[in-house]
């Protein structure tokens, strides 16, 4: 065998080890164990670790998955069964593809009709800022588009890597995307006694302290956070913004669960409304990228893969590039570009399917809302355990005390300690979390992440495994 | 412009593919014709890649159905669709979490089609067994050689690393290779005979790269891309024993085996050469071998999916394998379905048979049909001859031009065939690709079109073809 494990590039071998994956792979194992006849003391494993609403139980949205039918079997836009609205919009979408099949490529930053539907969504979301189809991209995903930024800005081999700022906690799978690309995750710790906020000081003294290490280029944050669940309100926005215009710094916003806000007086808005409703020193100045996904509630059409980022004051040269890159990336699939049209531009009050629709958006908003907060409380009485209020997105970030034992056995299996609480979690009551995502310097805290875009028998069942290993098992701490 | 300062040199040299200007070129044409301005044809003949549907190629019946009842589900349900198309549905929709196709899947792809797909490949192969663990569906088959590349290629190295490609060359594979460091060293195919690939050329290769690279992967397209050359046996034998006495990863890209015109060639796959060679070969030359349901009758580019198979390759090195294809989530489910479907299409029996048979004969005929009239129509033009086009979508032609044209070019800042293919464009309505994106030997100019039409769509393009070719060849003489 000519290739070895040393040959390995040396990128891909730095890239770091995901908490995710092992767990994934016994989740699996015991899954399939069972049915087998293996004994447990649980009848199924339950996945709240990351989210997948329709794995979860919750519906597709009717509208988007009719219009896409009739987009794959072109004679549907005959059938009488189906709503007149959906086979209009599936007939004016087959006229923006080529050969009017959805099999055929299209330009890599997407399909015009699409991209400048996003635009026009873009500007009623932020009632008036301009936003044009030619500076939307879209993408398979956010890790694609995320990854494209990343590696533009990853330099040339010079001897300081470049830096991401990078919240922490963060989504899991960033750290990883950050190696790939040869870039350094440069952290800020998130306030969690504030909600998980980002404050200024800390972006301050983050970045200071990266400057040693790096080349910091670019700040990411999320809003609504993930997995923190913490919404911005404008100040806050005002705040990053400034900073990173002091700065220079890219400024890379992942708005994926904008449409996932229920916190009481909280509203999402948007960092480019804000930053278009500060002085123009910063309105056309600042460099700003912002990410959106299929995703996400409440369409949660992740197996479709696409996104889109819209650049915002970024050179036209590099949005050159951003083509260019886009070219050997993955092409978005076409269902998937025209399932992001549906995601913005629903059916309007009116429209045949608009009952339909409005009903399954408010269902899936208010199983949300109620586990959000179902959940928090029962987690936050348990002892050993607070949980922040989560004002959006798909998640719940609880802390966690774990007990001297599983700290030492964590010590000498090599695993940290949140590590095995879940992986023991998962053995003894078949549910399984998902990873605390704390990299970097803090000091020693456990968290856990926990899906709440569930269906609410299915979190009743998890919050009871969960409290009676946390309370009454081996894990329970004094 | 201040944080992106420095982009990676990496990406600068990625550069500017000609398919965008003239694509900017067609755009502002099919404008002008919306406004009825006059020109001698009434719509453009867009054959620039391989994308069987913009050409025309109706989509496969028994594929549109499967896919929209995995959508929609309630047509799963109805008997508006044949019975094998919703027992295939449903079959489907139970490999899908929540009985969705909008749910993630496992990395590597829905375990029950990448089972299937092992054994499409066993049957494809007399019965050379193929394993699901060593499978791995990606969004498109090149991103599965992406992943491979990154895993192999070490942008740091001194000396670089490189990988030896064929010259012509389809067009994003040496510019992916680019943009992760590598460096492509290109070996020549034998233009005169039928664009043939030979050993020497490889060696030759080789050497060139002394000093500049150092090569771990050869990269072989089989049907070829542009050039539609099927491999012979022989050939594929020389080729693995060279990639095993020089200790080189052979990655086979073979999309388009579901193409082959002539009647002199079928397609082997370099799985089925490998394990006839038996040990040691069989068992120590690594290979990762290609296939997508972009190409082929399926022609569905847009859904993205393809798949690798990879084949003795270190445990160690697989695990990586497994990161990088982890690190990207999982091929979009659609695209597996499609992948599902061509590994496993209607059986003579099934009541979708009848018609998915008769389509997939029609599009038979019709590209044995359009390569026979390609090849009578160009050769018979002076300037422009081409080799039999044994397989895959594409006809390459080779132009001869006069010196006056190539000096007209050159004054304008393009190359000759760029330059020709813009005037093809602009006064016959034909987007072709210019001979120049396929890194071609210097001094060569050629052109390259989709085969993958409609008849009727065919001759209007030969006959385009013949008349603005005369035309320039006049002027230009």
Redesign the interface.
Known sequence: ?????Q???????G?R??AH?PLHRLA?QITQDIPLGALKPFKEVIDVS?G???????K?LTFV??V???C???R?LE?ETLPMDVRLRAQRLLEA???????????SSGLPHVRQSVAEFIMRRDVGVPAYAKDIFIC??L??ALMVFV????????ETQTGVLTPVPCPD?LP??LD?A?VTLAPYRLAEDRRWAAEPDELHRALKSAKERCKP??IYISNPGNPTGHVQDRKSIEEVIRFAAAQ???LLVDEVDQDSVYGPGREFLSYKRVLFEMDVEYSD?V?LVSFHSLASAPI??????AGYMELVN??P??M??V???L??D???????QLALDLMVDPPRPGDLSFDTYSQEILLTRAVLSQNAQRAQEFLNDLPGMSCQPAMGGIYLYPRLNVSPEIVEKAKILKLAPEDLYRQMLLEQKGVFLGAGCQYGETPATYHVRLCILVLPDTLEEVLARLSSFHCHGPASSP | ????Q???????N?K??QY?VL?KQASRIKGELRQRVTKPFKDLI?VY?G??????VK?LTFV??V???C??PP?AHSD?LPVDVRQRAELLLKG???????????TGGIPQIVHRISEFITRRDGGAPSHPENIYIS??S??GL?NLL???????ASPRTGVLTPRPCYL?SN??MV?LGAVPVPYDLCEEQGWELRVEELRAALESAKGVCKP?ALYVINPGNPTGHVQSRKSMQEVIRFVSEK???LLADEVYQDLVHGEQREFVSYKRVLMEMGPPLSD?V?LASFHSASKGF???????GGYMELV???P??MK?IH??C??????????QVALDLLAMPPQAGDPSHPLYREETQRIRTTLVRNVRRAFEVVNSLPGLCCQPVEGGAFAFPRLHLPPKAIRRAEETGMQPDMFYCTRLLEEAGVFVSPGCEYEPKEGTYHFRFCIMLPEEVMEELLRRLTSFHTQFMKDFS
Request: hydrophobic content about 35%.
């Open positions: 065998m000519s290739s070895s494990r040959q390995v590039n040396p990128r891909v071998r890239i080890a995901s994956t699996t990351a997948d609403p329709h794995k979860a139980g919750l597709p998955r009719q896409l039918a009739v794959l079997l072109p549907l059938e593809c080529d050969g009017g099949s959805v099999g055929s490529y299209t330009a398979a995903g890790e694609r590696k533009l800005l990853a330099g040339g081999e010079e799978n990883a995307l790939e040869w280029r670019a220079r710094l890219l100045t460099e949660g059409e992740c197996g479709l893969r970024i050179d040269e590099v050159h590039f083509d260019t890159m070219c050997t993955i092409s978005t699939p076409v269902t998937g | 412009m201040s944080a992106i420095e982009i990676s040199p990496n990406v600068r990625m500017q593919l965008t694509a867009e890649s994308d069987a549907h913009r050409g025309g989509p549109q159905q896919l929209a009842a959508v929609y047509l508006k899908c979490d929540g009985g969705s196709v909008g749910s993630y899947t496992a969004p498109g090149q991103w992406l990154t895993v192999l290629v070490d942008a740091e994003t510019l992916s943009g771990v200790r080189l990863f120590t690594e399926m022609g569905e580019c847009g859904l993205r003795n390759l270190d160690a090195v990586y990161t990088m982890s690190t990207n989530s999982c091929a979009p489910v659609l695209g």
